[in-house]
């Protein structure tokens, strides 16, 4: 069982950055890839980027590609999300999600990935 918990997020002015961060419980979660997704009211749940589990691979959604730097330290137990130049259509509820490594370095759809934390709310105003 993985107890993931997501903090950091808030209120920005477009063109302000966040760092979210995601604190894992598991004692080998050095072996599992996680993902960040985000949610808008009215929309579906997307991937934002995911990370392989020891951090050698990972991939972005096309909207963050240049903006946003995924990373983690394993020895922290924590995923991080760096996120630059923040928009308002970067406005959500964001999640992260962990799945254990696999077949690939990681995953893209939400329903791969068994544990989610809780979500925390990025605003990014105009």
């Known amino acids: 069982q993985v107890q993931l918990v997501e903090s950091g997020g808030g209120l920005v002015q477009a063109g302000g950055s966040l760092r979210l961060s995601c604190a894992a419980s598991?004692?080998?979660?050095?072996?599992?890839?996680v993902a960040w997704f985000r949610q808008a009211p009215g929309k579906e749940r997307d991937l934002v980027a995911a990370i392989s589990s020891s951090a050698t691979n990972n991939g972005y959604a096309d909207s963050v590609k240049g903006r946003f730097t995924i990373s983690r330290d394993n020895a922290k137990n924590t995923v991080y999300l760096q996120m630059n130049s923040l928009k308002p259509e970067d406005t959500a509820v964001y999640y992260c999600a962990a799945a254990r490594s696999g077949t690939l370095s990681y995953y893209y759809a939400a329903y791969e990935y068994p544990y989610w934390g809780q979500g925390t709310q990025v605003t990014v105003s105009s």
């Open positions: 598991a004692r080998t979660f050095s072996s599992y890839a």
